[in-house]
């Protein structure tokens, strides 16, 4: 998600459903006056850099454990935090585990299996599969629109009927010709988790991943409107830092937690691994965002890799094994499975810093 007017603080502006923390908090236990290495900033002082580029919360979990968590710009650790697309990647998460639990049969199902309405807008609809729009591959007619109020994301950001919103999208090419980047394959996504299992979005999460995972704190789930009450599924999840670290942390773990298989492991891997499609260009071949920049990333199942090293003309280069979930404004859990290591960072505004490169420099420095 993202939109210019848009602020970590804007569920307060929305209706929201809520999310119960767990009957009992799992430990994540600190670890805080270890030593760690923080990356060298030209002679300014880390603390200095994230108050200065409009960061509220860090959090670095290293083999379970806490060893750095600060709060800036009058945040503290029970301060609500706005994930923006950090959601896409827990949407991800519960697509995987309904389809585990039989509620969808397969990733290559027709989204009009579960939306059949779009196919009476348009019977091409019918070709487009869950996978498209896991891998935002989908063909579908949509602007994203960086800091435009007129965008179709701030549209669905903004509307108190995304369900109409749904109805009237369009279809611009053929599925799994291209990637592109788009809010509207992910709103699909939990619009159809919530179609077939027959439960809100919001207590889906609730009941199979944040009260599993022992999540410490209530959350919430910004809705359309009380009257329509469809869950932004793009963004907006609400929560604290620590327990978007503990989602990080599920997913370093391969889905499990405590003994308990909560994500399959199997759609872990999937969701986090990239793929070559065909295509017309190297970047549309590798869902490769921003190629030939030092932003470039790889796009699996709404989550993203780095690359190796900085990226060639022909995207020839491997991933890393690091991913990662992002949101507008610079909300990333980062997670660096080599290092045992989650890092959470979350803000008001990305303050002219490449995340992905500053937190995967934190992971380095202490492996």
């Not at 290559?108 to 939306?115: A, F, N, S, V």
């Not at 999937?270 to 920049?293: D, I, L």
């Amino acid at each position: 998600m993202a939109q210019q007017q848009s602020a970590i603080t804007d569920h307060r502006h929305f209706q929201n459903a809520a999310i119960a923390r767990a009957p009992k908090a799992s430990l994540l236990p600190s670890a805080v006056g270890e030593p760690v290495q923080v990356p060298d900033f030209g002679g300014e002082s880390f603390d200095a850099v994230m108050e200065k580029t409009g960061t509220v919360a860090i959090v670095v979990v290293k083999h379970g454990k806490v060893v750095l968590e600060q709060y800036y710009n009058g945040y503290q650790r029970d301060s609500i935090v706005t994930s923006f697309s950090v959601a896409k990647s827990m949407v991800s998460a519960l697509v995987g585990i309904a389809i585990r639990d039989g509620h969808i049969a397969t990733v290559d199902d027709p989204i009009t299996r579960y939306l059949p309405e779009l196919a009476i807008n348009d019977q091409r609809f019918t070709r487009i599969t869950i996978r498209n729009l896991l891998e935002m591959r989908s063909g579908i007619q949509f602007v994203e629109g960086y800091g435009s109020p007129f965008a179709d994301a701030s549209r669905f950001y903004l509307t108190p009927d995304l369900a109409g919103k749904i109805k009237g999208l369009r279809i611009e090419h053929a599925p799994d010709a291209a990637y592109q980047y788009s809010s509207g394959d992910t709103q699909l996504l939990g619009t159809i988790v919530q179609r077939a299992t027959g439960v809100p979005l919001p207590r889906y999460l609730q009941e199979k991943i944040w009260q599993p995972m022992g999540a410490a704190y209530d959350a919430s789930w910004s809705l359309d409107s009380q009257q329509s009450a469809l869950p932004k599924a793009f963004c907006c999840v609400n929560a604290r830092a620590l327990d978007f670290a503990r989602f990080g942390q599920l997913y370093l773990k391969d889905g499990s937690f405590n003994g308990q298989q909560i994500v399959p492991a199997e759609w872990v891997r999937q969701s986090t691994q990239v793929r070559e499609h065909a295509g017309s260009s190297a970047a549309s071949r590798w869902n490769m965002e921003a190629p030939n920049t030092f932003a470039a990333a790889y796009y699996a199942w709404q989550w993203r890799r780095p690359p190796v090293v900085d990226v060639p003309s022909e995207l020839g280069v491997k991933p890393s094994h690091d991913f990662y979930a992002e949101g507008h404004l610079g909300q990333f859990i980062y997670v660096a499975p080599d290092e045992d290591m989650v890092i959470v960072r979350f803000g008001k505004r990305y303050g002219n810093a490449w995340w992905p490169g500053v937190l995967g420099r934190i992971a380095r420095l202490n492996r």
